[in-house]
């Protein structure tokens, strides 16, 4: 299909797509001739149209030898179809501001356009030609090999993916959940043209897929264009899957596994069987889940990242997929305190049977899954997401209904039952990723005792009745759940036709900024000021992030954990932000908990309640991730990158600090940099949403008052880079792929010039984009390429990012260099720019659908001194840049002497 025809068409209908009234809420659908199931759930939030094609098969749908070829596939449809050449299909939705991507799992595999409803047609046109007629061109098929493989280093670079590989490879004996989803080398080097069209006419029939359409449209002539674009798809028999059955069993294959690996941090997992998705219990073991390992009021959290600091992270969660899941305890923590943390892990779950769930416990539990319907609200990409998960998941959304009954009907006794039947020690499968430093015969010892320690306490727990009578049991017999704390009510939304931006300025000098929509029940709030890391004296590196991980720490009335418990009870969050040139404070709520919500951030802002114990716990959270940064090798070269580019500028400096900066940090400092951030004169609030803007204004005139006479220390540091010759480093690292970044002295974030340099990183950026077609698509050389810049208060970078295995590293290079120069050489053709330009402003509106992302936009311009109004005035500064003025930019850019950082195995270069 030409790019012509796409664009004449799109024209004709476009007065059809948008409704003329608000779109009536509710789900839409119909099955086509040849099978295809379509969803449409019609939305008029924000004018954005969400296309998601969720195919019914993933990896555990392979057979042997074809490990790996959902995935594959699944980049292979982007490489040319019938009507869209290799790159194309990127370059069209792009050009049209859309976004592209896909994704695969063990059950489905998932392609999915977000664009303006300007153009859903092309969204259609897009997906429907990835469905129906991909080329699998032998050639493409080569070079994509290639990318996948690089793919599978990157993952295997992961700690994490290490970890949960090792997790399922030990959990299933037979089950094709054991597999990584990515595959095996051997397999996506070796697999024939021939086997992945077999596959993919056995699986990709339109009877085994769903067409889910969410956003702004009119859904009887968003049906008539689906019957259009997607009768042609073929129908055809879909063959049958017989996946190997996990044998049940009372006890695990091998109770505790460890593996050492080139990792700093041990991974600690628990895991024990439960059902598939559509069992009856599933409902309440993940409201169980949620009371005892998610969320900072969980138990789990609080006694072992809040109470102590044994961990980095804890958790506990359901997986719980179309066959037998698990459920799961999850912990990261340094390998010198798994004795202090086997313990506390073991008296929780004990716990889980000795100490009853409490209402409150069962209400917050209840309150967050409620509330996940609202913010859910906030996209088209998240109402289609929801729909297509639970339609091939469940086989009907309305099974969500009896969900979410199960939820609301979970009890304490309830609970006890379930803990019994489903954590029972004896079923419980114990593994550890540790690094090589660790003795692993001797930590698989100490899990076997810990194993065995549990399963006695648990057994007397077991004989015993419960501690105490919960507040639950005292008021039922029945055990009927509690009424909930919040009321989430019926809310119907209300399309705003004329959002405007409103600004006061109260008695403090602090300027207040809204933007309200009724389009869903959801408020963002959020402050900020001058300051950050750029101001932090040598000795305090590190202080601006111990400041923002300690700031919502309790208020003169509430312990830290009586204020975490009652924002979750609420289903809000309230967090404090600190970066190189602002920190503040940020919540997000539902309208109907406004008013508490707003009365708990000005305690929270501006009357917080630090400890030395709290100070201390997160002081060694922040030591603990420098010790570990040699597992993540892109932080590595991104530290080096701005030590070097910014040497003796405050930017080089750790955020982070040092061993010995955080050692001299005190609780006296943090609260004083508090104190002395908070300039109202020089400060911003931002309210968007569903908001009262007289609620949050009377009380932040009360809360800044006693603030009004502070005055900020920011002021601008200029940095000129000296010398004339390109700088190198190289970090080595035991990992199979090498982190390269390049990158030159760029602008500050008040150059009028900005909006020319985002468009020549918008030419480099995306699928569609020079670096990932010359570098990935023709190359093969990486599967993860892109630009990379900053724009600061007092200096910029503008440069390019690639990770990829060390014998390509040269090359790259190479070819980096190429592009960049590239954009000098010869001038920007028209048609780029407009793909550019369309780019920018597609995933800026895109990026605009939630409220958290307005107040952040306009806080950071307003802060820095641009106007609120230019982020809803993008298109036009946008649009008025020419090429030659990115060419000139450029040009200047390129002038400075480069700076070259790599951490891998082996330097790039000779």
Same mark, same amino acid.
């Given at each position: 299909?030409?790019?012509?025809?796409?664009?004449?068409?799109?024209?004709?209908?476009?007065?059809?797509?948008?409704?003329?009234?608000?779109?009536?809420?509710?789900?839409?659908?119909?099955?086509?001739?040849?099978?295809?199931?379509?969803?449409?759930?019609?939305?008029?939030?924000?004018?954005?149209?969400?296309?998601?094609?969720?195919?019914?098969?993933?990896?555990?749908?392979?057979?042997?030898?074809?490990?790996?070829?959902?995935?594959?596939?699944?980049?292979?449809?982007?490489?040319?179809?019938?009507?869209?050449?290799?790159?194309?299909?990127?370059?069209?939705?792009?050009?049209?501001?859309?976004?592209?991507?896909?994704?695969?799992?063990?059950?489905?595999?998932?392609?999915?356009?977000?664009?303006?409803?300007?153009?859903?047609?092309?969204?259609?046109?897009?997906?429907?030609?990835?469905?129906?007629?991909?080329?699998?061109?032998?050639?493409?098929?080569?070079?994509?090999?290639?990318?996948?493989?690089?793919?599978?280093?990157?993952?295997?670079?992961?700690? /994490?993916? &290490?970890?949960? !590989?090792?997790? *399922?490879?030990?959990? +299933?004996?037979?089950?094709?959940?054991? %597999?990584? #989803?990515? $595959?095996?080398?051997?397999?996506?080097?070796?697999? /024939?043209? &021939?086997?992945? !069209?077999?596959? *993919?006419?056995?699986? +990709?029939?339109?009877?085994?897929?769903? %067409?889910? #359409?969410? $956003?702004?449209?009119?859904?009887?002539?968003?049906?008539?264009?689906?019957?259009? !674009?997607?009768?042609?798809?073929?129908?055809?028999?879909?063959?049958?899957?017989?996946?190997?059955?996990?044998?049940?069993?009372?006890?695990?294959?091998?109770?505790?596994?460890?593996?050492?690996?080139?990792?700093?941090?041990?991974?600690?997992?628990?895991?024990?069987?439960?059902?598939?998705?559509?069992?009856?219990?599933?409902?309440?073991?993940?409201?169980?889940?949620?009371?005892?390992?998610?969320?900072?009021?969980?138990?789990?959290?609080?006694?072992?990242?809040?109470?102590?600091?044994?961990?980095?992270?804890?958790?506990?969660?359901?997986?719980?997929?179309?066959?037998?899941?698990?459920?799961?305890?999850?912990?990261?923590?340094?390998?010198?305190?798994?004795?202090?943390?086997?313990?506390?892990?073991?008296?929780?779950?004990?716990?889980?049977?000795?100490?009853?769930?409490?209402?409150?416990?069962?209400?917050?539990?209840?309150?967050?899954?409620?509330?996940?319907?609202?913010?859910?609200?906030?996209?088209?990409?998240?109402?289609?997401?929801?729909?297509?998960?639970?339609?091939?998941?469940?086989?009907?959304?309305?099974?969500?209904?009896?969900?979410?009954?199960?939820?609301?009907?979970?009890?304490?006794?309830?609970?006890?039952?379930?803990?019994?039947?489903?954590?029972?020690?004896?079923?419980?499968?114990?593994?550890?990723?540790?690094?090589?430093?660790?003795?692993?015969?001797?930590?698989?010892?100490?899990?076997?005792?810990?194993?065995?320690?549990?399963?006695?306490?648990?057994?007397?727990?077991?004989?015993?009745?419960?501690?105490?009578?919960?507040?639950?049991?005292?008021?039922?017999?029945?055990?009927?759940?509690?009424?909930?704390?919040?009321?989430?009510?019926?809310?119907?939304?209300?399309?705003?036709?004329?959002?405007?931006?409103?600004?006061?300025?109260?008695?403090?000098?602090?300027?207040?900024?809204?933007?309200?929509?009724?389009?869903?029940?959801?408020?963002?709030?959020?402050?900020?000021?001058?300051?950050?890391?750029?101001?932090?004296?040598?000795?305090?590196?590190?202080?601006?992030?111990?400041?923002?991980?300690?700031?919502?720490?309790?208020?003169?009335?509430?312990?830290?954990?009586?204020?975490?418990?009652?924002?979750?009870?609420?289903?809000?969050?309230?967090?404090?932000?600190?970066?190189?040139?602002?920190?503040?404070?940020?919540?997000?709520?539902?309208?109907?908990?406004?008013?508490?919500?707003?009365?708990?951030?000005?305690?929270?802002?501006?009357?917080?309640?630090?400890?030395?114990?709290?100070?201390?716990?997160?002081?060694?959270?922040?030591?603990?991730?420098?010790?570990?940064?040699?597992?993540?090798?892109?932080?590595?070269?991104?530290?080096?990158?701005?030590?070097?580019?910014?040497?003796?500028?405050?930017?080089?400096?750790?955020?982070?600090?040092?061993?010995?900066?955080?050692?001299?940090?005190?609780?006296?400092?943090?609260?004083?940099?508090?104190?002395?951030?908070?300039?109202?004169?020089?400060?911003?609030?931002?309210?968007?949403?569903?908001?009262?803007?007289?609620?949050?204004?009377?009380?932040?005139?009360?809360?800044?008052?006693?603030?009004?006479?502070?005055?900020?220390?920011?002021?601008?540091?200029?940095?000129?880079?000296?010398?004339?010759?390109?700088?190198?480093?190289?970090?080595?690292?035991?990992?199979?792929?090498?982190?390269?970044?390049?990158?030159?002295?760029?602008?500050?974030?008040?150059?009028?010039?900005?909006?020319?340099?985002?468009?020549?990183?918008?030419?480099?950026?995306?699928?569609?984009?020079?670096?990932?077609?010359?570098?990935?698509?023709?190359?093969?050389?990486?599967?993860?390429?892109?630009?990379?810049?900053?724009?600061?208060?007092?200096?910029?970078?503008?440069?390019?990012?690639?990770?990829?295995?060390?014998?390509?590293?040269?090359?790259?290079?190479?070819?980096?260099?190429?592009?960049?120069?590239?954009?000098?050489?010869?001038?920007?053709?028209?048609?780029?720019?407009?793909?550019?330009?369309?780019?920018?402003?597609?995933?800026?509106?895109?990026?605009?659908?939630?409220?958290?992302?307005?107040?952040?936009?306009?806080?950071?311009?307003?802060?820095?001194?641009?106007?609120?109004?230019?982020?809803?005035?993008?298109?036009?500064?946008?649009?008025?840049?020419?090429?030659?003025?990115?060419?000139?930019?450029?040009?200047?850019?390129?002038?400075?002497?480069?700076?070259?950082?790599?951490?891998?195995?082996?330097?790039?270069?000779?």
């Amino acid at each position: 299909m030409s790019q012509k025809r796409v664009n004449s068409k799109r024209q004709s209908k476009r007065q059809t797509l948008r409704p003329s009234k608000p779109a009536a809420a509710g789900e839409s659908k119909f099955k086509l001739k040849n099978g295809l199931d379509v969803r449409l759930i019609p939305s008029s939030k924000s004018p954005v149209v969400s296309v998601q094609m969720w195919v019914k098969t993933g990896s555990a749908d392979e057979r042997k030898a074809e490990e790996g070829i959902s995935h594959f596939i699944e980049h292979l449809v982007f490489k040319g179809t019938k009507n869209f050449g290799v790159g194309e299909i990127a370059r069209t939705v792009e050009a049209s501001g859309g976004e592209l991507n896909a994704w695969t799992s063990f059950d489905q595999t998932v392609f999915y356009v977000n664009i303006s409803r300007e153009f859903t047609e092309t969204a259609l046109d897009v997906i429907s030609d990835m469905m129906g007629s991909p080329l699998f061109d032998a050639k493409e098929i080569d070079a994509e090999r290639e990318v996948v493989l690089e793919e599978i280093k990157r993952t295997n670079d992961s700690p /994490s993916r &290490k970890g949960s !590989r090792l997790l *399922f490879s030990s959990f +299933y004996e037979k089950h094709p959940y054991r %597999l990584p #989803v990515i $595959g095996r080398p051997e397999v996506i080097s070796g697999v /024939s043209t &021939k086997v992945i !069209r077999r596959y *993919f006419q056995e699986r +990709y029939s339109a009877k085994n897929m769903v %067409l889910v #359409v969410g $956003g702004d449209f009119e859904t009887k002539a968003m049906k008539k264009l689906v019957t259009d !674009r997607f009768s042609a798809l073929p129908g055809s028999r879909v063959r049958a899957v017989k996946r190997a059955i996990e044998p049940a069993r009372t006890k695990p294959r091998k109770k505790v596994l460890v593996e050492n690996s080139e990792v700093q941090e041990l991974q600690l997992f628990l895991a024990w069987p439960m059902p598939s998705a559509k069992h009856k219990d599933v409902a309440a073991l993940e409201t169980l889940s949620t009371i005892f390992g998610q969320g900072d009021a969980s138990r789990l959290v609080r006694s072992l990242r809040i109470d102590s600091d044994c961990v980095t992270s804890i958790g506990a969660g359901a997986f719980a997929p179309k066959d037998r899941g698990f459920m799961s305890v999850s912990a990261h923590l340094n390998p010198a305190r798994i004795s202090e943390a086997l313990p506390l892990i073991k008296k929780e779950l004990v716990d889980l049977l000795r100490r009853p769930i409490e209402i409150e416990e069962i209400n917050r539990a209840i309150t967050n899954v409620e509330s996940a319907e609202f913010y859910g609200l906030e996209t088209a990409e998240g109402l289609a997401r929801k729909t297509g998960s639970l339609t091939t998941l469940l086989g009907d959304p309305s099974e969500f209904k009896k969900y979410l009954e199960r939820v609301r009907s979970f009890t304490s006794e309830q609970a006890r039952v379930l803990t019994k039947q489903y954590f029972n020690p004896e079923k419980v499968q114990i593994v550890a990723l540790a690094p090589n430093s660790v003795d692993a015969e001797a930590l698989t010892k100490q899990l076997q005792t810990f194993g065995d320690q549990l399963q006695t306490e648990w057994t007397a727990a077991l004989k015993t009745k419960p501690a105490k009578k919960s507040l639950l049991q005292k008021k039922s017999k029945t055990g009927t759940a509690a009424k909930k704390t919040v009321k989430i009510s019926t809310w119907k939304p209300v399309v705003d036709l004329d959002i405007k931006i409103e600004r006061r300025t109260l008695s403090s000098g602090l300027r207040v900024i809204a933007r309200r929509t009724k389009s869903t029940p959801v408020v963002s709030a959020r402050i900020g000021f001058l300051g950050g890391s750029r101001l932090e004296s040598s000795g305090q590196e590190g202080l601006t992030e111990l400041l923002s991980r300690t700031w919502i720490a309790g208020t003169k009335e509430l312990s830290e954990i009586e204020l975490l418990g009652k924002i979750e009870n609420m289903a809000a969050g309230i967090g404090a932000f600190g970066g190189r040139h602002t920190a503040g404070v940020s919540a997000q709520m539902l309208s109907m908990t406004e008013k508490e919500i707003c009365r708990l951030f000005m305690d929270t802002t501006f009357q917080p309640k630090m400890t030395d114990e709290i100070v201390l716990r997160e002081k060694s959270m922040m030591v603990e991730s420098l010790r570990t940064r040699a597992d993540r090798p892109g932080q590595i070269a991104s530290r080096m990158y701005m030590e070097t580019m910014f040497a003796t500028h405050p930017y080089a400096l750790d955020p982070m600090g040092t061993d010995a900066s955080l050692a001299n940090l005190k609780r006296g400092a943090v609260e004083e940099l508090q104190r002395r951030m908070i300039t109202p004169k020089d400060g911003v609030f931002v309210l968007t949403g569903d908001a009262n803007l007289d609620l949050w204004c009377d009380a932040l005139e009360i809360a800044t008052a006693p603030f009004a006479k502070n005055r900020t220390t920011f002021g601008k540091q200029p940095y000129r880079w000296n010398g004339a010759n390109e700088v190198r480093k190289f970090h080595e690292i035991k990992k199979e792929q090498t982190q390269i970044l390049i990158g030159w002295g760029g602008i500050t974030l008040d150059d009028p010039r900005r909006y020319a340099l985002q468009i020549a990183q918008a030419v480099l950026a995306g699928q569609g984009g020079r670096l990932f077609i010359e570098l990935r698509d023709k190359k093969s050389l990486a599967y993860s390429v892109g630009p990379m810049s900053m724009e600061g208060v007092d200096a910029g970078y503008f440069g390019a990012s690639i990770g990829c295995a060390p014998e390509k590293g040269e090359t790259a290079i190479r070819m980096l260099r190429e592009e960049f120069q590239r954009l000098v050489d010869v001038l920007i053709p028209d048609v780029e720019m407009d793909r550019a330009v369309r780019y920018l402003i597609g995933s800026h509106d895109l990026g605009l659908q939630k409220a958290a992302a307005v107040s952040s936009t306009i806080l950071f311009n307003e802060i820095y001194g641009l106007p609120a109004e230019d982020v809803f005035s993008y298109a036009e500064k946008l649009r008025s840049v020419t090429a030659p003025e990115v060419r000139t930019l450029i040009a200047d850019i390129l002038s400075r002497p480069p700076v070259l950082v790599a951490a891998g195995p082996k330097a790039p270069w000779t």
